[in-house]
């Protein structure tokens, strides 16, 4: 069966600061891998996705993700965080069919 | 390109009663998702739709909730009755087709159960 675990409910960063947030996953085949943000009363946005090729995928706003299939993992990183970066992160991974989201990371920058 | 449209915003009822959720998808969207999601939780997946048939609806608690996409375009998902714990966000997604197509999410219904 399919899982996704976010093991970092919230997380605090300095505006200007670098960002790793950490998405382990579990499935059985080759998965595709997707990292979404959700801002206060919206719905979710698309930041990236992995689904095969190169291990290192870049998504909007100076997002990046890694996949190391080693480690079952699909870290999402960002160099310089920017105040308009805080909201919940969700990491997500289905296979042929059925789309799973982690519990989410929030994230809140301070000045 | 409209979005994937959802209504209402806003939704407060009483327990035991009724409550429907609309979902229109974006044009030309085979898959439609609906999802729950609690405060402080991920969306979990209630039911999936490819066109107008049920791909996976094992979460769906069937006893109360019901959900059906006409002609394979809008959705209709409803509680009935409703309990406190229905309390939520109700998520709509679309794409076109599953798995490696990006969903494309509604703002979502938030549903107070008082």
């Known amino acids: 069966a399919q899982s996704v675990t976010q093991p970092d409910i919230h997380i605090t960063v300095s505006e200007g600061a670098s960002l790793e947030l950490r998405c382990n996953y579990s499935y059985g085949a080759t998965p595709y891998l997707f990292w979404y943000v959700q801002s206060p009363g919206q719905g979710l946005q698309l930041l990236l996705k992995?689904?095969?090729?190169?291990?290192l995928v870049q998504g909007i706003k100076g997002f990046e993700a890694e996949f190391k299939r080693s480690q079952s993992s699909f870290n999402l990183r960002k160099p310089s965080v920017h105040w308009s970066d805080a909201a919940e992160y969700f990491c997500a991974v289905t296979g042929a069919n059925n789309l799973f989201f982690g519990t989410g990371t929030r994230l809140t920058v301070i000045p | 390109e409209a979005g994937v449209a959802q209504s209402p915003r806003y939704k407060i009822i009483e327990k035991r009663q009724s409550v429907a959720f609309w979902c229109n998808p974006i044009?030309?969207?085979?898959?439609l998702y609906w999802y729950q999601q609690i405060l402080g939780q991920g969306p979990k997946l209630l039911i999936q739709f490819q066109n107008n048939g049920v791909v996976d609806d094992s979460q769906l608690p069937k006893d109360r909730f019901s959900a059906e996409r006409l002609k394979g375009v809008d959705s209709t998902l409803k509680i009935q009755p409703a309990k406190l714990e229905d309390s939520a966000v109700y998520l709509c997604?679309?794409?076109?087709?599953?798995?490696?197509?990006?969903?494309?999410f509604g703002q979502g219904t938030r549903l107070t159960v008082v």
């Open positions: 997604a679309s794409s076109l087709g599953p798995g490696r197509a990006e969903a494309f």
């Open positions: 992995y689904f095969s090729g190169d291990t």
């Open positions: 044009s030309g969207h085979a898959t």
